[in-house]
């Protein structure tokens, strides 16, 4: 029921005004380094990196939090406190930061099944040939193993609400393995040269 309602409630936010200002993003996001690391890199495989991401990325993921679509305790109390301004400016410094860099010493064998698989099943022709993301769509390279693996798992099962159902379809039938392998493969990607 949720779903024609948050994408209304995205359109009205993406045509309202305000530029979003990277300086401002920066002094906000002294908030978020304790879990998601300096510059937006983060040390611990269950916390995200967000250097990297797409600005829209951020936003719709903070406006999820915000009107508890999407659930993790901590996130949902920040984003109850921020302004669609907030959002903005925190999108658009995460946007403008290095992303990091493609995981070395992980197994090779996994790496290339996962491959195999995110070509069958077309994920790149919405998170981009070298998964660097666009728009709302999330960069994956780089990003942690245990993370991608615990959102594909709820993203599959439900127990993540994405924006309109198109990741939700996406990840229906990976098997736990084929999730294993294709957070493998998103977690080595290498992105050159990176996008800011
Ligand atoms: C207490 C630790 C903590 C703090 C502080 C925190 N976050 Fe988070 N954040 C998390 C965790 C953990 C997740 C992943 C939640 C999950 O597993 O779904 C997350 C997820 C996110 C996501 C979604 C990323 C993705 O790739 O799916 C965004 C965007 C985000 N946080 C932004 C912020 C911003 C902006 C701030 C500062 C204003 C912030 N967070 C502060 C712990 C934190
Ligand atoms: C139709 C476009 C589309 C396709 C195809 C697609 N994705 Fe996604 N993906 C998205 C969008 C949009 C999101 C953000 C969902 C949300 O609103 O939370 C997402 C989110 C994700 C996330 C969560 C990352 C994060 O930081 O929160 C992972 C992991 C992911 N996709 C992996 C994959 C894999 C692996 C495939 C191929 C099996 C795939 N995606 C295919 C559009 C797509």
New binding site residues.
């Given amino acids: 029921m949720f779903k024609p309602l948050l994408l209304a409630t995205l359109t009205a936010f993406a045509c309202t005004g305000h530029a979003a200002d990277i300086a401002a993003g920066k002094v906000k996001a002294q908030a978020c380094i304790a879990c998601h690391g300096a510059n937006g890199l983060s040390s611990v495989g269950s916390f995200?990196s967000l250097a990297g991401?797409p600005s829209l990325?951020i936003v719709?993921?903070l406006i999820?939090f915000r009107g508890d679509q999407?659930i993790f305790a901590p996130m949902n109390a920040l984003a109850e406190g921020m302004s669609d301004a907030d959002m903005r400016d925190l999108g658009a410094y995460f946007a403008s930061l290095p992303g990091p860099s493609g995981a070395t010493g992980l197994d090779a064998a996994k790496i290339a099944a996962?491959q195999r698989?995110?070509d069958a099943?077309?994920?790149?022709?919405?998170?981009t040939p070298d998964l660097r993301g666009q728009k709302?769509?999330?960069?994956?390279a780089g990003?942690h193993v245990d993370?991608?693996k615990a959102?594909?798992k709820g993203?599959r099962d439900g127990t993540?609400?994405?924006?309109?159902g198109?990741?939700a379809?996406?990840?229906q039938g990976?098997s736990d393995a084929?999730?294993d392998a294709?957070?493998h493969?998103?977690a080595a990607m290498k992105v050159t040269p990176e996008p800011h």
Avoid: E, K, N, T
Avoid at 121 to 127: D, E, G, L, M
Avoid at 136 to 140: A, E, G, H, I, T
Avoid at 160 to 164: A, E, G, N, V
């Fill in positions: 995200p991401q990325f719709y993921q999820q999407r996962g698989i995110a099943s077309h994920c790149q022709s919405c998170h709302q769509v999330p960069r994956l990003q993370y991608l959102q594909l993203l993540r609400m994405d924006i309109d198109s990741m379809s996406a990840a990976l084929d999730i294709l957070s493969f998103a």
